[in-house]
């Protein structure tokens, strides 16, 4: 995905729907007020990094002596959203797959990014390495792909199957059974838990605009040309429309399934 150009005014479209998952998740860690004091946290997949600000001041980043926090992506232009955001996060530039932290880290935190790399089964681990023992691991990933707005992709690009197969073959996750396996192992006080938002979206096309901020970018480079794009998007949301028509009111509801996942690495 670090070749995927992304469009941080067109994700942020969708900011509260966005949001509302790291709120949730970031709610359920303990805080200092609990004990849990972490020094050094990184987010992730920090995107344009609000929901790395929400973290750091959930651990009080406006106190000298707080965290330090690190905010990492791929995307120029989501970092370069992000340094207009706070001074006291460090942005950092580099691939989740084989990224490396500088010292152990004592919280890190990812919403709605790790389902873009492959293997998780390997990944976690590794990620895991990375944690101080007693450390916290805090993961939200999307859990939509058998949701019609992702199936409908591949219905739409069967004129371009292989392409389209191989571009969604970058968005995968495991089952939640898998993760507490991976995770159990080196981690206690696992806590996986599952949730299904009912996003209210107003105006024409509206669950394509949710989708071509996210799922459908790597589908759309994929494509050959514009003609066979202008034919897919056609195509698409005369199908998205369907299953997901615009109320009298002009809102259309749109269910989307996520998955939370928060464990503690065990004390040496």
């Known amino acids: 995905m670090s070749n995927t150009h992304w469009d941080p005014a067109r994700y942020g479209l969708f900011g509260n729907e966005r949001l509302r998952p790291a709120i949730d998740l970031i709610s359920r860690l303990p805080k200092p007020a609990s ?44 970092l370069e959203t992000a340094r207009k955001r706070d001074e006291k996060i460090t942005w950092q530039k580099a691939d989740i797959a084989d990224w490396q932290p500088d010292a152990p880290v004592d919280l890190l935190f990812s919403n709605a990014a790790l389902h873009w790399v492959p293997d998780h089964s390997k990944l976690f681990p ?69 949730t299904q938002y009912c996003h209210v979206l107003t105006g024409p096309d509206a669950v394509y605009n949710w989708t071509s901020s996210t799922i459908l970018r790597p589908v759309m480079d994929a494509l050959p040309d514009d003609e066979a794009r202008a034919k897919f998007t056609a195509k698409y949301k005369e199908r998205l429309n369907q299953v997901y028509p615009s109320r009298d009111d002009g809102r259309t509801l749109f269910p989307f399934n996520r998955l939370f996942m928060i464990a503690r690495k065990k004390s040496a």
Request: include cysteine; charged fraction near 20%; glycine fraction near 10%.
């Open 35 to 78: 004990g849990f004091s972490p020094r050094h946290i990184v987010d992730l997949g920090c995107g344009p990094g609000s929901v790395t600000a929400i973290l750091a001041d959930a651990y009080g980043s406006s106190d000298p002596d707080g965290p330090r926090i690190t905010g990492v992506d791929s995307s120029d232009e989501m």
């Open 126 to 194: 590794r990620l895991l390495e990375h944690l101080r023992p007693g450390g916290i691991i805090a993961i939200q990933v999307p859990n939509n792909f058998l949701a019609p707005s992702h199936q409908l992709i591949g219905e739409a690009g069967m004129d371009w199957r292989k392409e389209v197969a191989t571009a969604m073959h970058a968005a995968r996750i495991m089952r939640p059974g898998d993760y507490f396996d991976v995770l159990t192992p080196v981690c206690d006080e696992v806590d996986l838990w599952q």
